[in-house]
């Protein structure tokens, strides 16, 4: 805490390059005490952090936008959570009171606290730095406070938003290619840490504050597998990050099912095509996140789920359901709806959906209105590469569901062939690279698409982008984001 820290904050310019991406050096703080103030003005101040506004509450906690008061003096977001809920720990109770008191008492149990709920999102996060995954800076556990803090990197875009009021979609095509590519290789992170993220959706995709890309975020239901990470890095690779943390070792829970119901993968699903009767859920499923203690256990591990589309053996619950729901999520983004199911369906329609019916794409999709070309476009039809994508991300066979790695492979592929412009993925990445050197140049390629668009939708970037173009022709080059930012940031 080096500076005076109760002066409105303002952006120290040697707080790292702009240019670059946010990637401080150093692996997350574990601070023990937390010291609870007030500013001048009556801002509640926490260790160095000088709370801003609330950004986001979530089911357990609410998440702030705050100065690092520090040299860095930049935003972060802190999610602070309850250590206890106790309405949560009332339901335990009732629930233990019908069981025989052991020493040995069930994992089952302990994964229903919220506490080890948190300490497993944080553990997991701690094994995470990349460009795509949301990067947790500091952990504030002092055991006499009610509440745990975890200091992140602010993300000033927000979640994507992917649809207006009359669920039609508000993401341009190449826009939902960017984000895809971003997820996918978020995810080709994950998987090759050994850990599947289980709650793929838009709310969980965040913007950086230019809305150049997209990150991951929320690991509250999220799976380390140490076998898995194994599997995947080698036995070489991963002697030196062993997982002490108990925590992470504990398997148990990915027998549970976790997610959000209209992303769930088929195999996640599968005895629910039964004819049990179950509860509805509501049309805000597609933001809320689902618990359920039913174990995949007790279902008879031979079950045959018969549909028109699919006959499923009982398939093991691997990174595949993370393809699924990036699949589901694509969707989403290019057709403004679920490809399963309306907002309405009760759990069992929507699960019998997932599970037996095909998906059926719009005639038209994104907001720039680009033809789909049907179910089954021809190879020379445009709207053949996204087709042909989802189809391979929302296959119900897990055998045959692309894989990460495949996907990306794919995506360079499309990348080598810069003469098709029917590529889903083109050019991204170069694009990026010739942006970084000519940021003018990308500029005005990028806008060429857009002059057609409405202006309703098109997001604020791009806005930006266009009134830079224009006013600069090629150069000079147009303000860097950044300066926006703080423009804001001041004027919040
Ligand atoms: N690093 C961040 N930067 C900016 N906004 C954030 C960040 N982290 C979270 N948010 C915002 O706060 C909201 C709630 O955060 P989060 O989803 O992590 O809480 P949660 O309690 O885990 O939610 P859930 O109920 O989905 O489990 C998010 O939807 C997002 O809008």
């Known amino acids: 805490m080096a500076t005076d820290v109760d002066s409105p904050p303002v952006l120290n310019p040697l707080a790292g390059d702009p240019a670059q991406p946010f990637d401080p050096p150093g ?6 005490e937390l010291s609870f103030k007030y500013s001048d003005d009556r801002r509640p101040r926490l260790n160095q952090y000088l709370r801003s506004h609330r950004v ?9 936008v705050c100065w690092d008061l520090s040299d860095n003096r930049r935003e972060v977001a802190i999610k602070a959570v309850k250590r206890n809920n106790p309405r949560a720990e009332k339901m335990n109770l009732l629930r233990r009171k019908n069981l025989p008191t052991s020493s040995h008492t069930p994992l089952t149990d302990k994964l229903g606290s919220l506490e080890h709920k948190i300490r497993k999102e944080i553990a997991i996060m701690k094994k995470c730095r990349h460009g795509h995954i949301v990067r947790l800076l500091e952990v504030i556990d002092d055991k006499l406070n009610e509440r745990i803090y975890m200091v992140m990197e602010y993300l000033g875009g927000g979640e994507i938003k992917w649809r207006n009021e009359q669920h039609q979609p508000i993401l341009q095509v190449d826009q939902c290619r960017r984000i895809c590519r971003d997820v996918i290789l978020g995810l080709e992170y994950l998987h090759y840490q050994g850990i599947i993220h289980r709650d793929i959706k838009p709310a969980n995709l965040l913007w950086t504050a230019d809305r150049q890309m997209v990150k991951i975020t929320d ?5 380390f597998s140490y076998a898995q990470r194994l599997a995947a890095a080698g036995r070489g690779q991963v002697a030196s990050d062993d997982p002490n943390d108990p925590i992470l070792l504990d398997d148990s829970d990915l027998s549970k099912r976790a997610g959000t119901p209209p992303f769930l993968a088929p195999e996640v699903i599968a005895e629910y095509t039964s004819t049990e009767s179950s509860p509805i859920i509501s049309a805000s499923a597609t933001t809320s996140t689902l618990h ?4 995949v256990t007790q279902i008879n591990s031979s079950s045959t789920i018969k549909g028109s589309h699919a006959i499923l053996h009982r398939q093991p619950i691997t990174k595949a359901i993370d393809v699924w729901a990036l699949g589901v999520t694509l969707y989403c983004l290019l057709f403004g709806h679920i490809p399963f ?4 369906s009760g759990e069992f329609a929507l699960y019998n959906f997932i599970c037996n019916s095909d998906w059926e794409p719009d005639e038209l999709m994104g907001s720039d209105c680009k033809e789909t070309g049907g179910r089954h476009p021809s190879a020379t039809h445009s709207g053949y590469i996204v087709m042909n994508l989802l189809t391979s991300f929302l296959q119900k066979d897990v055998r045959k ?3 990460i790695d495949n996907a990306k492979t ?4 499309y990348d080598e062939d810069l003469d098709s412009d029917s590529s889903f993925f083109r050019d991204t990445h170069r694009q990026r690279q010739r942006e970084a050197i000519r940021p003018s140049a990308s500029l005005m390629y990028e806008d060429a698409d857009e002059e057609e668009s409405d202006e309703e939708t098109v997001p604020i970037e791009f806005k930006r982008r266009r009134a830079s173009v224009s006013a600069t022709a090629a150069s000079p080059p147009p303000p860097h984001p950044l300066s926006d930012f703080s423009d804001d940031a001041r004027s919040r």
């Open 27 to 32: 692996t997350v703080r574990m601070t023990e």
């Open 401 to 403: 569901r692309i894989t």
């Open 410 to 413: 794919s995506e360079d592929e």
């Open 341 to 344: 199911g309306t907002p309405d």
């Open 292 to 295: 359920l203690n039913k174990s």
């Open 56 to 64: 986001g509450k979530g089911h357990h906690g609410e998440v702030w």
């Open 219 to 223: 690991f509250g239901v999220s799976h």
